[in-house]
């Protein structure tokens, strides 16, 4: 079989016809936004032959090329990595191509939450969005809320006040205690540990990171970061 008769790749054509990089044709593709002959294809490497038709549906297309952050309510004691998140974002049947396996095992996880932690989770292939939470020049800002048993001393509170972190009693009762902790650059295993060192820890949630809020997901939720939201 020639050359010719074997065609070329569907990410040379796609770029080719849209007037696009060669990146921009492959993200097309893997998002569902292609189809051979009036077949969906996600395989860039896919060869198609001159007189196949390949249309290019422009919906998904723009959906697909667009920036995209997922923010997650994680539950205590739940790892969260890309296999999780495949699997608990992937479920929108509405958009299967742009919320398939190929497209969510491009994404990054910035400030990541221990296993045994709670709140809020960020998963996102936005270059800037990730620069803006990475950048240890400027820490982004994060809220805990810490349940422990019992009453909170005084001292253990005004320890907790260190250099750059508010804590505050948010309520409190003979059983438990509800802390506010608030502050640039806090590492939720050491503070976590800490807490559970002063007194017994029974949940450590992050509420929120820099103006992005928790509210009002429950544990297991997500939602798609709208464009004009910031961190």
């Not at 974002?89 to 742009?98: C, D, F």
């Not at 919320?99 to 996880?109: C, F, I, T």
């Not at 949940?203 to 910031?230: K, N, T």
Request: net charge positive.
């Amino acid at each position: 079989m020639t050359p010719s008769e074997e065609g070329i790749r569907l990410a040379k054509r796609v770029a080719a016809d849209q007037n696009c990089s060669r990146r921009e044709a492959e993200a097309l593709i893997v998002a569902g936004g292609v189809q051979v002959a009036g077949k969906v294809v996600t395989d860039p490497a896919r060869r198609v032959r001159d007189e196949q038709p390949v249309n290019v549906n422009r919906l998904v297309s723009m959906a697909a090329l667009a920036p995209l952050t997922l923010v997650l309510f994680k539950p205590a004691d739940r790892v969260a990595n890309l296999a999780w998140l495949q699997d608990t974002a992937g479920l929108k049947a509405q958009q299967p191509g742009i919320w398939g396996p190929e497209r969510l095992a491009k994404m990054q996880m910035p400030l990541p939450l221990p296993k045994a932690a709670s709140g809020l989770c960020i998963f996102s292939d936005d270059l800037g969005v990730l620069r803006h939470l990475e950048d240890r020049r400027s820490p982004m800002e994060m809220e805990w809320m810490a349940t422990v048993q019992g009453p909170v001393s005084e001292g253990t509170l005004k320890a907790l006040n260190g250099p750059g972190i508010r804590a505050s009693i948010n309520r409190q009762t003979d059983q438990l205690t509800v802390l506010r902790i608030a502050g640039k650059d806090i590492e939720g295993q050491d503070l976590g540990r800490w807490l559970d060192q002063q007194c017994p820890l029974q949940d450590l949630r992050r509420q929120r990171v820099g103006r992005l809020s928790l509210a009002p997901l429950e544990p297991g939720q997500w939602r798609q970061l709208e464009g004009y939201e910031r961190f």
